[in-house]
């Protein structure tokens, strides 16, 4: 599962996969092998890489956590790549003329939310993609009318293939 993790001004991109020992965890460049235990609602105990730790993890709200542990604590936001790249393309709100949107990642369109010539609001959700196991909804990043969509239910997709444009 790939994941983006956000503390502060930092954010990396995190690989979790099954392992024998319980979880292999690829955080800046680094591989970790992680076992984890829930000792109580919160708290979990972590063996990486052999150290153990004891950590609480609470959560704030939908993909925001706090997490504390024996060294101090500190909030993370926890998300998908294709829901980071589609918060971040909010910020093209102000570009003005069409804008084609294109896959982050390859998957799978799920379903067209929006079709040709429909007026969308910015976040009104107008491509469903499958991706690693999770439906992401491809969100206008503006006003507009949704002037192409280039794919159909069903299709395969890869990283850069145009999605919809939007003018």
């Known amino acids: 599962m790939e ?7 930092r954010e990396e991109p995190v690989r979790v996969e099954r392992s024998e020992a319980g979880y292999r965890v690829t955080l800046a ?3 970790f092998e992680v076992d984890l235990a829930a000792v109580a609602e919160e ?7 052999g150290a153990q730790q004891e950590v609480s993890v609470h959560r704030l709200e939908e993909g925001r956590y706090r997490v504390a542990w024996a060294g101090g604590s500190t909030e ?5 790549p294709l829901t980071v790249l589609a918060r971040s393309a909010h910020g093209a709100a102000a570009v003005k003329g069409p804008r084609r949107v294109a896959a982050n990642m390859p998957g799978r369109v799920v ?3 929006a079709a040709e010539g429909t007026e969308v609001a910015p976040g009104q959700g ?3 993609l499958e991706a690693m196991k999770m439906e992401n909804e491809i969100q206008a990043d503006r006003a507009g009318t949704i002037r192409a969509v280039f794919v159909t239910p069903g ?3 890869e990283g850069g293939d145009p999605l919809f444009e939007i003018g």
């Not at 708290?43 to 890489?49: A, E, F, P, T, W």
């Open 3 to 9: 994941l983006i993790v956000r503390s502060g001004e």
């Open 111 to 113: 379903a067209i939310l």
């Open 43 to 49: 708290l979990y105990s972590l063996r990486v890489d």
């Open 76 to 80: 993370v936001e926890v998300a998908d």
């Open 126 to 128: 107008v491509v469903v």
């Open 155 to 157: 299709q395969a997709v």
């Open 29 to 31: 460049g680094r591989t």
